[in-house]
């Protein structure tokens, strides 16, 4: 007889606190080029790892809205990523190992653009707890999960031309950006009062009021001002 006894404990404090991942980020236009994370255990107990791609769709912004014929899904990359290890059976404390990420190239049938995905570090910290003394045959195992980490994945698909520019309308206060390209787009708004950097997905629109005279900047490369 075996019994299970989890815990789960979503972003804690002491769940950040026993495990560092290096880098936070992945950005490139590299097929079949390896990535390499580096994973140390920072607590005073053993931990186990587990490494394994996960897309999470982009919770939309209320000043966001996708365009119709763009789905989430056209943008994960998770089938075209391979990890190894996919499990790091024992860190021991202090121990630091590594995890190297390979992006598959993508099929011809995908456009040109941006794609992405998530890779997520599980920690769990296994303790054996002691069976009853009156039943040889019951062992017991505490299983704590602790859900730490999930990195970004970016992979850009380059084209050979330029992704079409944002179009930048305003009128009446009100601020409209549509983004046709498939990369997302980061935006800077600046006047006498505020300063907002907001991202915007790829082929979607941002609907957002602003007040007075305002410089709009789209990837540190487009701009313009909204009176």
């Given at each position: 007889?075996?019994k299970l006894l989890?815990?789960?404990?979503?972003?804690?404090?002491?769940?950040m606190?026993?495990?560092?991942?290096?880098?936070l980020?992945?950005i490139?236009?590299e097929a079949n080029?390896t990535?390499?994370f580096?994973?140390?255990?920072t607590?005073?107990?053993?931990i186990?790892v587990?490494?394994?791609p996960?897309f999470i769709a982009?919770p939309m912004a209320?000043?966001?809205t996708?365009?119709n014929?763009?789905t989430?899904?056209?943008?994960?990359l998770?089938p075209?990523l391979?990890?190894?290890p996919p499990?790091i059976?024992?860190?021991?404390?202090?121990?630091?190992?590594?995890?190297?990420?390979?992006?598959?190239?993508?099929?011809?049938?995908y456009?040109?653009g941006?794609?992405r995905?998530?890779l997520?570090?599980?920690q769990?910290?296994?303790?054996?707890?002691?069976?009853p003394a009156?039943?040889?045959e019951?062992?017991s195992f505490?299983l704590?999960m602790?859900?730490?980490?999930s990195?970004p994945?970016?992979?850009?698909?380059k084209?050979?031309?330029?992704?079409p520019?944002?179009i930048?309308q305003c009128?009446n206060?009100?601020?409209?950006?549509?983004?046709?390209?498939?990369y997302q787009?980061?935006?800077?708004l600046l006047n006498d009062d505020?300063?907002k950097?907001?991202i915007l997905l790829?082929q979607?629109?941002l609907?957002?009021a602003?007040?007075g005279?305002?410089?709009i900047?789209v990837?540190?490369?487009?701009?313009?001002?909204?009176?």
């Amino acid at each position: 007889m075996y019994k299970l006894l989890i815990f789960i404990i979503f972003f804690s404090h002491h769940a950040m606190a026993n495990m560092k991942i290096a880098p936070l980020r992945v950005i490139t236009a590299e097929a079949n080029t390896t990535q390499k994370f580096l994973v140390s255990n920072t607590g005073d107990k053993p931990i186990r790892v587990r490494i394994a791609p996960s897309f999470i769709a982009s919770p939309m912004a209320e000043y966001q809205t996708r365009h119709n014929n763009m789905t989430p899904e056209m943008e994960d990359l998770t089938p075209f990523l391979r990890v190894s290890p996919p499990v790091i059976s024992k860190l021991m404390p202090n121990e630091r190992k590594i995890v190297r990420l390979r992006i598959s190239e993508l099929p011809n049938s995908y456009e040109k653009g941006e794609y992405r995905t998530h890779l997520k570090f599980t920690q769990e910290v296994i303790k054996k707890i002691n069976s009853p003394a009156n039943n040889n045959e019951s062992i017991s195992f505490d299983l704590t999960m602790l859900v730490n980490s999930s990195i970004p994945i970016y992979y850009q698909k380059k084209d050979t031309n330029s992704p079409p520019k944002a179009i930048i309308q305003c009128s009446n206060n009100k601020l409209k950006i549509v983004n046709n390209s498939r990369y997302q787009q980061k935006i800077e708004l600046l006047n006498d009062d505020i300063y907002k950097q907001l991202i915007l997905l790829r082929q979607s629109d941002l609907n957002i009021a602003y007040k007075g005279k305002t410089t709009i900047k789209v990837n540190d490369e487009q701009q313009a001002i909204c009176l």
